[in-house]
């Protein structure tokens, strides 16, 4: 196995295989990542809210998913990887709060849901597959030798997607 790169929350990174890219703690928060099955370059952000146009201070491109999951996408394809070979997964979006009413803190998860398919919609990458909503904390894992995105959960099953 290779090295373990880890992606901090607001924070985003490549990988190539042997090694693993993981990121810990995604509540709200939404793990995005991006895979090449043929060069096996792949790479994960780790962003907080949908959208960055709506927030002054906005420096931090991976905090965002419309600046984050476009700078990611950028970085992949840099290291190699193939447009029309690029894949998609995403895990998060938990409604980690019960608010009453419609508040906006309480369905951040679901907005940061829909970000990630619109972005993703925009760019022609195919999602292949989701692990989100819920009301529970996830940490994930992406193999980059497999494209194996493994989701893990307190006192719940691993999951393989």
């Known amino acids: 196995m290779g090295a373990v790169i880890k992606v901090g929350m607001a924070d985003l990174n490549i990988c190539k295989a042997p090694d693993v890219i993981t990121t810990l703690g ?16 792949g790479g994960m952000v780790h962003y907080m809210l949908p959208d960055s146009t709506k927030v002054r201070n906005n420096s931090n491109i991976a905090k965002f998913g419309d600046t984050g999951i476009d700078e990611l996408y950028r970085r992949v394809i ?8 690029l894949i ?3 895990a998060g979006g938990a409604k980690m709060f ?10 951040i998860g679901a907005r940061n849901t829909e970000a990630a398919k619109l972005k993703l919609k925009q760019l022609g990458v195919r999602l292949v597959a989701e692990d989100t909503g819920l009301n529970y904390g996830r940490t994930v894992e992406l193999h980059c030798d497999t494209g194996e995105f493994y989701i893990k959960s307190v006192g719940k099953p691993l999951k393989i997607i």
């Open 88 to 90: 998609a997964k995403i």
């Open 26 to 41: 995604l509540g709200s928060c939404i793990g995005l990542v991006f895979y090449d099955p043929v060069t096996k370059i």
């Open 98 to 107: 019960e608010v009453s009413g419609l508040s906006e803190v309480g369905n």
């Open 78 to 85: 840099a290291a190699g990887a193939n447009k029309s070979r």
